[in-house]
């Protein structure tokens, strides 16, 4: 399996876009939070990404199997035919903002930097995807998020992140209560060519 890790992917922030993504309207007192917590942020973040390539070895009305593993997902077999070539990944801010961010106690602090960590690991995302989409040639993706809006259960999450191996503990991510992915600020799901 030739699996790709980040283990600090480039992200491009400033006071500028967090005015603007986090919906500061130039508030002063707003920014100044943000911006003690961008100072803290840029010095110990860094975020993490994995993928790798897969195949739908076999597809049926209910369910899709990647790689020879079962997900029983009607929705995500919208998005492939069998013996197309799909991309698990998992997106993480990493272990280290994560834990800056639990040391936070004033609620305000505590709400801006979770902002800015949705933030962080949408960015991750589209930089998964232009990797994926440059290494395939392939114009768009599709991206499969396990779980939204479908039933998933925790036993189909548990698999797909079973699909990484011993690599997630490259990246600080682990499986937690529910089968959420931990840190709790990251993502994991299936990139496919977009029709």
Not at 17 to 44: A, G
Not at 101 to 106: I, P, R, W
Not at 124 to 144: I, L, N, P
Not at 156 to 177: A, P
Request: aromatic share 10%; proline share 3%; charged share 25%.
């Amino acid at each position: 399996m030739d699996t790709k890790i980040f283990m600090d992917y480039p992200y491009e922030l400033n006071m500028e876009i967090l005015n603007k993504e986090l919906n500061l309207h130039n508030k002063e007192s707003m920014l100044d939070i943000v911006e003690d917590l961008f100072t803290e942020m840029q010095k110990i973040t860094k975020p993490k990404a994995i993928y790798f390539q897969a195949q739908i070895t076999d597809k049926n009305e209910t369910s899709v199997h990647v790689d020879n593993v079962l997900f029983e997902s009607q929705l995500f077999g919208g998005y492939v035919e069998k013996g197309e070539t799909v991309f698990p990944y998992i997106v993480t801010v990493g272990t280290e903002l994560d834990e800056y961010a639990k040391t936070l106690t004033d609620s305000m602090d505590m709400f801006m930097i979770d902002e800015m960590m949705n933030l962080l690991v949408n960015i991750g995302k589209v930089f998964v995807f232009k990797q994926v989409m440059k290494e395939t040639g392939w114009a768009a993706v599709q991206d499969y998020v396990p779980g939204n809006g479908e039933d998933w259960s925790t036993e189909e999450q548990t698999r797909l992140f079973n699909m990484f191996g011993e690599d997630t503990k490259k990246i600080g991510v682990t499986l937690g209560k529910h089968a959420f992915v931990l840190p709790g600020r990251s993502t994991i799901g299936i990139l496919s060519r977009k029709k």
